[in-house]
């Protein structure tokens, strides 16, 4: 096999886990969506938005990749945000 196939396999892995992980995650955003919908309030919560980015941006080991993450958790609370609120509206 080639180097950049055995490369590819570890990827596959990775990205099986985080599809796993992006499905749980998304489960609960439905579950907070239901809780905010009963309480009346607002989907978008732009002070727990930094919270989550900023607690994951001091997670990482290299924070040469901190533009990155922060990058990656807006991209994916939008993705939150759109399934959110195809659930409640
Ligand atoms: O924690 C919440 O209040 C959520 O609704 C979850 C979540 C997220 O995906 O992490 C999504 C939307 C909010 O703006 C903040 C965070």
Do not use: C, W
Not at 20 to 46: S, T
């Amino acid at each position: 096999m080639s180097e950049i196939d055995l490369l590819r396999i570890e990827i596959d892995d990775i990205d099986q886990e985080l599809t796993k992980l992006l499905e749980r995650r998304l489960n609960m955003a439905k579950k907070i969506a239901e809780h905010k919908k009963k309480q009346g309030l607002p989907i978008l919560d732009e002070s727990r938005e930094e919270v989550v980015i900023q607690k994951n941006i001091d997670r990482l080991n290299n924070p040469d990749y901190a533009d990155k993450v922060r990058e990656f958790y807006i991209n994916l609370m939008d993705i939150s945000k759109d399934v959110q609120e195809d659930l409640i509206k």
